[in-house]
């Protein structure tokens, strides 16, 4: 038989694959025309067979051997008993504890769940038609593995009616596109609709990765200290992933694909101090012009991934940084809703680990799209209430990170997602264009509701924030983010209260907010340089040292002072006060020392940080100080 050269089949032309997975799959394939494979015959599912002779759609697209070996099998009654399953909606700690269960060891009771469910299931079955599951055992497939180069992955969010699921077509059109369901809830389906890429996007004859990796590789070879790949690595899965675990937990070069290693190698530096000062070249190599950006048309978990590493890439290259950083934030959010990861997965007919990789690179893009549109003042890109992804359970976040020595980094990336999670509040409900035409009175309520969520976030941490003893990776950068967002809250509401810019007494619980802050800058220690800082890190010190600006210019024109406390707002008995409205004002002069002090302390810190350390982290802020 002469080679086949429809699309499902392998292109000869091809020297390095355009998509990697986190999982291998494939295998080969035997057939014989005329009748059902024995995998379709055995789920229920379509067997659809082009022109040219088997495998079929489905075992091409699940990677499964399309045989036809067996009998047929004996007709009789079947019956079946529904499955009852949680809502898969609810409250977010609900979310939690399903996502908890999910990735939780396997046990007898749980083994049927993730090994004996159905497999991605076609469109034109009817039982897939009908919301029906019937068991299939050993057909859980990867879903980022099971998706050929000839198609892409959809993943629609409700059907309210069948319209957008395609028509099965049947061997006359081999390359029309074709719809799965892949949830083991049968009561609520999501569907995964597989559409052919167009021509344009399938005749790539090398990965553009494999350049971007050789053009990082002369760079490591180019430098004075000749670091290893092996040393970058390590550095990256001992401080940045513990810290924001978003891969799989691989440990050799060639499980990542070039792409993806030549991120992990650019983010690398931020966190060596001899390599710092060649971070931004680092990652210029990576965003090299003449290189065509690798999964920009097929996006795969390994290309989110890739991008969530470039969009937290310290420090920004292009001086329009926050900006072009929020079109490719948008640009990689519309890619991952393509491949469903706002949807919940912990019903899915998946692997486990695939669950939990697609929980947390969600919540990677959360985090960024908070911080991001809330510092820059940008629209944000997530709709909140079109996603329904459970906040990464503990069993998921100490699988990723794997080592006891290593939970509370685990649990700083949990508080960081909540954290993030009030951030997204405050821009939705202070910073947008419909806010605006809230009373003041209830903007106030709204951000003093706030500050009681980040208060208690920063209850979970009282201990580390007193201490100054060695802490886990990504436990720095979520405390600092913590109390500069206390101050920034603070700072909002100030400025709500007497109109931005205008007038204001400085009041104790302002100072210690401030106080706490500072205190905690100045005494990092030269090790806690080289951890994981979070890239919105210089921002919002940057925005610290504004506030105690603020506080200076601000106490310097006072000329009455007050010794009461804050009346701002009347009182409502169903909403909370701020801790300003209550707490005692301090005279005018003393708040201008204290707050002169602080500015004082955090500049000498900065500086040093930065001339001793290459801590490019303090640049936003010296270069606001140097202003004023």
């Given at each position: 038989m002469p080679p086949r050269t429809d699309l499902n089949s392998p292109q000869p032309q091809r020297h390095h694959p355009t998509h990697y997975y986190f999982e291998p799959g494939g295998r080969p394939f035997r057939s014989r025309k005329n009748r059902p494979c024995d995998s379709c015959r055995r789920t229920k599912t379509r067997?659809?067979?082009?022109p040219e002779g088997p495998p079929c759609f489905e075992c091409v697209q699940t990677k499964k051997n399309c045989s036809f070996e067996e009998g047929p099998p004996a007709r009789k009654h079947r019956s079946f008993v529904g499955e009852k399953s949680p809502d898969a909606g609810g409250a977010l700690h609900a979310l939690a504890n399903a996502a908890a269960a999910a990735s939780m060891p396997v046990t007898p009771s749980s083994h049927r769940e993730d090994h004996d469910t159905t497999g991605l299931r076609s469109s034109g079955s009817p039982d897939a038609a009908g919301g029906n599951i019937h068991p299939s055992p050993h057909s859980v497939t990867s879903l980022d593995s099971a998706v050929s180069e000839s198609y892409e992955p959809h993943v629609l969010n409700a059907i309210l009616t069948d319209d957008l699921l395609p028509i099965s077509t049947g061997p006359n059109h081999p390359n029309a596109p074709h719809a799965?369901?892949?949830s083991t809830n049968s009561q609520k389906p999501v569907y995964v609709v597989f559409a052919p890429r167009p021509d344009?996007?399938?005749?790539?004859?090398?990965d553009p990765g494999v350049q971007v990796l050789y053009r990082v590789r002369s760079l490591l070879k180019a430098l004075p200290s000749r670091p290893k790949e092996e040393e970058l690595l390590q550095i990256f899965f001992s401080r940045v992933h513990p810290a924001f675990p978003t891969l799989p937990l691989l440990k050799n070069m060639g499980e990542f694909p070039p792409y993806l290693l030549s991120a992990i190698y650019?983010?690398?530096?931020?966190?060596?101090?001899?390599?710092r000062e060649m971070s931004a070249a680092a990652w210029s190599f990576v965003h090299a012009p003449n290189v065509t950006e690798p999964g920009l048309d097929s996006p795969r978990l390994s290309t989110i991934a890739a991008a969530i590493l470039d969009i937290g890439a310290r420090p920004t290259v292009d001086p329009r940084g926050n900006y072009l950083t929020l079109a490719k934030a948008n640009n990689t959010i519309a890619h991952a809703q393509l491949l469903g990861l706002h949807v919940n997965p912990t019903r899915w007919s998946i692997p486990s680990w695939e669950k939990d990789l697609r929980i947390r690179l969600w919540?990677?893009?959360r985090i960024h799209d908070a911080w991001m549109s809330f510092l820059n003042s940008r629209p944000s890109h997530v709709q909140v209430h079109n996603s329904d992804i459970p906040l990464p359970s503990a069993p998921s976040l100490a699988t990723a990170i794997d080592s006891a020595s290593l939970t509370r980094s685990a649990e700083a990336?949990?508080?960081l997602?909540?954290?993030?999670?009030i951030v997204a509040k405050l821009q939705n409900e202070i910073a947008t264009i419909k806010s605006q035409e809230k009373s003041k009175q209830d903007k106030l309520y709204d951000v003093a509701d706030l500050e009681e969520q980040t208060s208690q976030v920063a209850m979970l941490w009282r201990d580390e924030i007193s201490s100054h003893t060695q802490r886990e990776p990504g436990v720095q950068s979520l405390l600092l983010h913590i109390l500069c967002f206390r101050c920034m809250l603070r700072r909002i509401y100030i400025e709500t209260e007497a109109g931005v810019g205008g007038p204001f007494q400085c009041d104790q619980d302002t100072l210690s907010l401030l106080s706490a802050a500072v205190d905690y800058i100045t005494?990092?220690?030269?090790?806690?340089?080289d951890e994981y800082w979070l890239c919105y890190s210089s921002h919002i010190i940057s925005s610290l040292m504004s506030s105690l600006i603020r506080v200076c210019l601000a106490s310097l024109g006072s000329d009455e002072p007050k010794t009461d406390t804050v009346v701002s707002i009347p009182p409502n008995t169903t909403r909370r006060l701020s801790p300003r409205a209550t707490s005692q004002l301090v005279d005018p002069r003393y708040a201008h020392a204290i707050a002169l002090h602080f500015l004082s302390r955090l500049t000498r810190f900065l500086r040093n940080a930065r001339s001793n350390g290459r801590w490019d982290v303090a640049d936003p802020a010296l270069t606001r100080a140097s202003s004023v």
């Open positions: 067997c659809t067979i082009g799965r369901q892949i344009g996007k399938l005749q790539i004859a090398h650019a983010t690398a530096f931020s966190h060596r101090e001899d390599l919540w990677g893009l990336f949990s508080s997602c909540c954290l993030s999670e005494k990092l220690s030269d090790g806690d340089l």
